[in-house]
């Protein structure tokens, strides 16, 4: 069964940094699959934050974040990483790890459970 674990999520000063990490438990697949970061805010629907293509090589950022954030992936460790830097009260929010395939075989779409981020205003 394939479980992604977040963690990292801390109270952190504005303008500070913080490092999530995602890591993919029973899964050999992890290097076949998209992985994004969501969050959510309260009040918020989720959005997309970023995410990173399979083998590593493209990443997209949403526009609140391009410049401040980076996601990477470590496919041997199966673990995908967010660094956020310079972080905002709007950052305060669940951040959440998606593993996504949209295509045979072995499609599928996996969430961990979310790791919590507060950025004081």
């Known amino acids: 069964q394939v479980q992604l674990v977040e963690s990292g999520g801390d109270l952190v000063q504005s303008g500070g940094s913080l490092e999530l990490s995602c890591t993919a438990a029973g899964f050999t697949l992890f290097s076949l699959f998209n992985m994004n970061w969501y969050r959510q805010a309260p009040g918020k629907e989720r959005e997309l934050v970023a995410s990173?293509?399979?083998?590593?090589?493209?990443?997209n950022y949403t526009d609140s974040v391009r410049g401040r954030f980076t996601i990477s992936r470590d496919n041997v460790k199966n673990t995908v990483y967010l660094h956020m830097n310079s972080l905002k009260s709007d950052d305060t929010a669940v951040y959440y790890c998606?593993?996504?395939?949209?295509?045979?075989?072995?499609?599928?779409?996996?969430w961990g459970r979310g790791t919590r981020v507060t950025v004081p205003s």
């Open positions: 990173i293509s399979k083998d590593g090589g493209i990443a």
């Open positions: 998606n593993a996504e395939r949209t295509i045979t075989p072995f499609r599928g779409n996996y």
